[in-house]
């Protein structure tokens, strides 16, 4: 069964909340905003944004006005996983910003399924979505050749390569990867292990190839035993973890590829008695509300959130209006958030 939400508010048709805007001398999302009665739009703002709105016959029915005008208000939205708070957060800052641009968000789930990736994909074009933004579920090798090739405009965002036939956004997954394994060196480890992702999925490569690569320059031989699949899921993470906490070589710090992990990793840690980091160290990629809360504070790599989602939403709206040309490949910075999850190695 393929699952398919609506999250979002009645959207409006973009080509005349941009006339409203132009009119009224604001920008659209000011438009959207005094429309929907937000109370930080000063009243002077919302009298000539309504004095707009009546002088050019604006219709707030957006989906009948896309009809009319052969436009769809609707946008596609195709994230790998909600229970991951990187992709909660995804979703709120495109939906946001979608709305405020006057479109609604329609919101799948692939549970990392290519194959459900697909049919969602299909029925994005089913329901005659504009365009859609897609965290893609697999690797290169599980992409269908027409997956993102079609009439309708797709973005791919995170799990997302530069062969891919559409505009990408990602994080530099390597140097995400480097950040966080830089300051494990730069405290003293030289035992350090790896907890990593699904290996068919690119940015599961990336950030094991920027853990390896970093180890390499500091003249670390790596060692594969400290290598570990965790499947970007807790329980996976867990399993991996305590085994490398019951080795008779223990690593004296764990570098772990995602948030979801990082919460196995250190329930791992505790249940087997190891305190952190005065035992082991840990660090990870991704920033999440609960990162700060951990005894200890989690160190992470942050991901721009933000700077992706408005990044995505750009390409798409651009694709939408009729943009040509080659396929844009946007790669942004992460950065270290150090908190009290690392320190030296203890001597023994």
């Known amino acids: 069964?393929?699952?398919?939400?609506?999250?979002?508010?009645?959207?409006?048709?973009?080509?005349?909340?941009?006339?409203?805007?132009?009119?009224?001398?604001?920008?659209?999302?000011?438009?959207?905003?005094?429309?929907?009665?937000?109370?930080?739009?000063?009243?002077?703002?919302?009298?000539?944004?309504?004095?707009?709105?009546?002088?050019?016959?604006?219709?707030?029915?957006?989906?009948?006005?896309?009809?009319?005008?052969?436009?769809?208000?609707?946008?596609?939205?195709?994230?790998?996983?909600?229970?991951?708070?990187?992709?909660?957060?995804?979703?709120?800052?495109?939906?946001?910003?979608?709305?405020?641009?006057?479109?609604?968000?329609?919101?799948?789930?692939?549970?990392?399924?290519?194959?459900?990736?697909?049919?969602?994909?299909?029925?994005?074009?089913?329901?005659?979505?504009?365009?859609?933004?897609?965290?893609?579920?697999?690797?290169?090798?599980?992409?269908?050749?027409?997956?993102?090739?079609?009439?309708?405009?797709?973005?791919?965002?995170?799990?997302?390569?530069?062969?891919?036939?559409?505009?990408?956004?990602?994080?530099?997954?390597?140097?995400?990867?480097a950040l966080a394994v830089e300051h494990i060196l730069r405290l003293g480890h030289r035992r350090v292990a790896t907890i990593t992702g699904p290996e068919r999925q690119f940015v599961s490569r990336e950030r094991l190839a920027g853990f390896r690569d970093t180890l390499a320059a500091a003249g670390i031989a790596v060692d594969d035993r400290l290598v570990r699949q965790g499947e970007f899921r807790i329980d996976e993470a867990y399993a991996a973890c305590r085994e490398l906490a019951s080795g008779p070589d223990r690593p004296t710090a764990v570098f772990v590829a995602n948030n979801l992990m990082l919460i196995g990793a250190m329930r791992a840690l505790a249940d087997a008695g190891l305190k952190v980091p005065d035992d082991v160290s840990v660090a990870g990629i991704d920033d999440f509300p609960w990162a700060p809360a951990f005894q200890p504070a989690l160190t992470v790599v942050r991901q721009p959130i933000a700077a992706m989602a408005s990044a995505a939403l750009d390409r798409l709206v651009h694709r939408m209006n009729g943009g040509d040309g080659p396929p844009a490949h946007i790669v942004l910075p992460a950065d270290l958030v150090v908190r009290r999850s690392c320190a030296a190695p203890r001597a023994d």
């Open 1 to 177: 069964m393929v699952e398919l939400n609506t999250c979002g508010y009645g959207a409006r048709d973009m080509a005349t909340m941009r006339d409203v805007a132009k009119a009224a001398g604001v920008s659209i999302a000011t438009v959207s905003s005094a429309l929907s009665g937000a109370a930080y739009v000063s009243p002077e703002l919302k009298a000539k944004v309504q004095a707009a709105v009546e002088a050019l016959g604006y219709e707030r029915n957006s989906m009948a006005s896309g009809l009319k005008r052969g436009r769809s208000s609707l946008i596609g939205l195709i994230v790998s996983d909600v229970t991951n708070p990187f992709f909660t957060e995804l979703v709120d800052r495109v939906e946001t910003e979608a709305r405020a641009a006057g479109y609604t968000v329609l919101l799948g789930i692939s549970n990392h399924d290519p194959g459900r990736e697909r049919d969602l994909v299909r029925l994005m074009r089913s329901h005659q979505a504009a365009g859609t933004i897609v965290t893609p579920a697999g690797g290169p090798d599980d992409v269908a050749p027409d997956l993102f090739a079609g009439r309708m405009p797709l973005v791919a965002v995170d799990n997302a390569w530069a062969g891919l036939p559409c505009d990408t956004v990602a994080l530099d997954h390597r140097r995400a990867a």
